[in-house]
Structure formats: C-alpha cells, structure tokens
C-alpha cells in the first residue's frame, strides 16, 4: 500500500509564492510517474504537473513557467513550487502517485489565492 501526505498549502496574496510537497510512504519502489492535480469548486479535477520515474516532467499550459515539479528520491518526497499565483490558481491540490494499473492518492491540501 501507498500513503501520500501532501503539505504547504495556505493563503498568499497574488503574485506570491508556495511550495507543496508530498512525502510518500510504503511499497513506493516502483511507479510509472507521480504528480499534483488541483480541483476547483464546481469544476472537474485537472492534472498540473506531473514527474516520470526517469525524472521527465510535463505542465499544463496554464502554469508552465509558473510552477515547477522537483523530487528529491532520498526523502521520497515531490514537490510543487508555484510562483507567480494568480486567483484562477485557487483550488484543493492533490498529490497522485501511478503505479499501472492503480493510482493513488493524498488527502488534499487548499491553496487559496487572493486578488
């Protein structure tokens, strides 16, 4: 089993910065990618970032240059820095780990961004 600990969220004005990160726990040895995904009230849950087991990353448009996903394998740990956050960026984060066929996920940590 998988256990996946997001922390960092908060409140920050726009243009601020966060960082998230997500330590993971258990039988991690193998994962095809882990990444962030967000859910904003009344919409549906999208991918953010995510990071293959190779370390190739991939963005949603609407944050590259924004965010940046890093993972550091010693702490068994990913993380999520967002600059430049701008309102539309308000919204639940969820950390997913993949491991075909199951994926797993945090409990989810607010980031509200204030105009």
């Known amino acids: 089993q998988v256990q996946l600990v997001e922390s960092g969220g908060g409140l920050v004005q726009a243009g601020g910065s966060l960082r998230l990160s997500c330590a993971a726990s258990?039988?991690?040895?193998?994962?095809?990618?882990m990444g962030w995904y967000r859910q904003a009230p009344g919409k549906q849950r999208e991918s953010v970032a995510t990071?293959?087991?190779?370390?190739?990353?991939g963005y949603a448009n609407s944050v590259k240059g924004r965010f940046t996903i890093s993972r550091d394998n010693a702490k068994n740990t990913v993380y999520l820095q967002m600059n430049s956050l701008k309102p539309e960026d308000t919204a639940v984060y969820y950390c997913?780990?993949?491991?075909?066929?199951?994926?797993?996920w945090g409990q989810g940590t607010q980031v509200t961004v204030s105009s």
């Open positions: 258990g039988m991690i040895f193998r994962f095809n990618y």
């Open positions: 997913n780990l993949y491991r075909d066929p199951q994926a797993y």
């Open positions: 990071i293959t087991s190779a370390g190739r990353t």
